[in-house]
């Protein structure tokens, strides 16, 4: 089949979309042309709408609702349709009904019905990419999205806005500012070339270098004397290694939940809770200065977002230290009650969020606040700071990237 499609970027600041139907698939196709322009002009026709779609109502005065089945009437003033009801006769009629009056359509599922389709959009600020299978996969279209959007920096927004000044300053004709933002952009096709056997030869290097150490070390060390020291660890150093890999081995699987884990685990080893707190923190505070170097490195830190964090949840730390070796002194086993509660909210509060759907972005307001907590119950519980400050913002939209890359910045400073 020959591929006739025309990609088309729509302005649709006076564009009138006309939805008819209000169930899952409505609240998608709702849900796509509101990411593309949150100011666009909606009207949608059901006997039924989704919860989630009357919410999302509620929330934009560009969206209008007629609870009844659908009429030809209501293709009045239309500039394009999408239907998105599970009656095949009902879109075959709506499509005619439109067609006759020269309105473009989209039906879900039903290509043959399709004027135009909605494709994935990758969006980085000003660039925006479309990509379309034809109607024959919008799985595989949105992966191609998905993978995009990993790919393509967020830095790509201040290449187009140099570009665009540079073009706006360029006095020649249109050859010559074509050829010289050719010339510009060129680098972006160069290919970096492998580095040949520099794999095998830092295998080789490292593989030396840790056989001359130990050759080095069995002159002071002698087999014998290490079997009799290691003889002499007590057991619960290998509890505490079996739980710091537990431990890491959570937190690397889901992103948060090291001191969480340690915390609870240690608590049932019956260790005295200002040493597990100062013991997680301890162990935290390298493997977060890591984290939050590489991601600072790669960009994926938002500066502003960082200072509110980190200072506001420096001093809910030093609190909550302080609080805790208070209270764990005085009054140890109500301290255990406290710890043990706060450890199954923070882990019921998980599930919950595992399974809530991700809304679209709004404005967090008081992050000092939230910065403030997390590091005064990180203190105070051993841990917290991810399952607290992590998911309070992913919940509110935030990108994955940024917050995972700021959170962990922050927590170096915090755990410091």
Request: hydrophobic residues 45%; glycine residues 10%.
């Amino acid at each position: 089949m020959t591929n006739t499609l025309f990609p088309v970027f729509l302005k649709t600041d006076t564009a009138h979309f006309l939805l008819v139907g209000g169930g899952n698939v409505g609240l998608e196709k709702a849900e796509t042309l509101l990411r593309q322009n949150p100011q666009i002009r909606i009207t949608i026709v059901a006997t039924y709408f989704h919860p989630k779609l009357v919410e999302i109502g509620g929330q934009h005065k560009n969206i209008s609702f007629c609870e009844r089945a659908f009429e030809e009437t209501d293709l009045e003033n239309k500039d394009y349709v999408i239907i998105a009801t599970d009656s095949p006769i009902v879109n075959r009629t709506v499509r005619e009904l439109a067609k006759v009056r020269g309105i473009k359509v989209n039906a879900a599922d039903q290509p043959d019905l399709c004027d135009f389709y909605l494709g994935s959009i990758v969006n980085k600020g000003t660039l925006k990419i479309a990509i379309s299978t034809n109607g024959k996969s919008p799985v595989l279209a949105r992966r191609m999205r998905e993978y995009f959007t990993e790919v393509i920096p967020d830095s790509i927004e201040d290449s187009i806005t140099v570009l665009n000044e540079f073009r706006n300053k360029h006095k020649g004709d249109f050859q010559e500012k074509l050829t010289d933002l050719n010339k510009v952009t060129a680098s972006f096709q160069r290919k970096k070339k492998p580095k040949k056997y520099k794999r095998l030869a830092f295998i080789l290097a490292s593989s030396f270098l840790i056989f001359f150490i130990g050759y080095g070390c069995s002159t002071l060390v002698s087999f014998s004397e290490l079997k009799q020291g290691i003889q002499l660890i007590p057991n619960e150093f290998y509890y505490m290694l079996l739980i710091g890999f537990f431990a890491q081995l959570v937190d690397g699987a889901v992103g948060l939940g090291y001191g969480v884990t340690c915390a609870t685990s240690m608590m049932i080893l019956g260790v005295k809770l200002p040493a597990i707190s100062g013991s997680i923190h301890t162990a935290e505070m390298f493997s977060s200065a890591i984290s939050g170097f590489s991601h600072y490195k790669f960009g994926n830190v938002n500066k502003k977002l960082l200072f509110w964090l980190a200072s506001f949840g420096v001093v809910g730390a030093i609190l909550g230290a302080l609080f805790l070796v208070y209270l764990g002194n005085e009054y140890e086993k109500l301290a255990y009650l406290i710890l043990s509660a706060y450890t199954c909210v923070i882990g019921i509060r998980l599930v919950i969020i595992a399974f809530k759907r991700f809304p679209f972005k709004k404005k967090i307001k008081f992050l000092g606040g939230l910065g403030f907590a997390g590091g005064f119950m990180d203190a105070f519980g051993g841990g917290g700071w991810g399952p607290i400050v992590t998911s309070t913002l992913l919940a509110k939209g935030r990108k994955s990237k940024y917050v995972v890359g700021t959170v962990s910045l922050a927590e170096f400073f915090v755990t410091l």
